[in-house]
């Protein structure tokens, strides 16, 4: 996976998740009021409606993820150069999709996350899909 490839990927992938992705913490108290003052949060209601789209928004991340799937160039690192920063972006990415239930990595996904996930001697979220 080239950086082109992951930057248009990481653009592909960010509409499905924009609902209910996190907001990045800020440096300063000054600029958190602003950013609190110039981007208010919608109605918490809209938690509810995002989880009972949770089929679209799946059915649209699993479609992104089989053409990442096709980038990985081995289970043990995902750019033929061997392990790099590529890794330590995209490990931890999908290892937090696998507490979606209903979400299935493709092969070649699965076999990453299981091998860099072993390799950190952390766990997978299967256990605790939601």
Known sequence: MDGRA???????????????RRYRSLSSKRLG???IRNHPLSDPGDYE??????????????????ELAEMI???EHCS???????DIVLFPRLRTLTIVK??????RLREY???????AEIPVYDYCAI
């Open 102 to 107: 209903g979400l299935v990595l493709p092969k």
């Open 80 to 86: 033929p150069h061997g392990l790099s920063y590529d």
């Open 113 to 119: 996350v299981e091998f860099q996930a072993a390799a």
């Open 33 to 35: 009021k602003t950013y």
């Open 49 to 66: 409606d995002n989880f009972d789209r949770s089929t679209e928004y799946i059915t649209q991340v699993q479609e992104r993820l089989d």
């Open 73 to 75: 160039y081995s289970p």
């Open 6 to 20: 992951g930057d248009a990927h990481e653009k592909a992938v960010s509409r499905p998740f924009s609902p209910v």
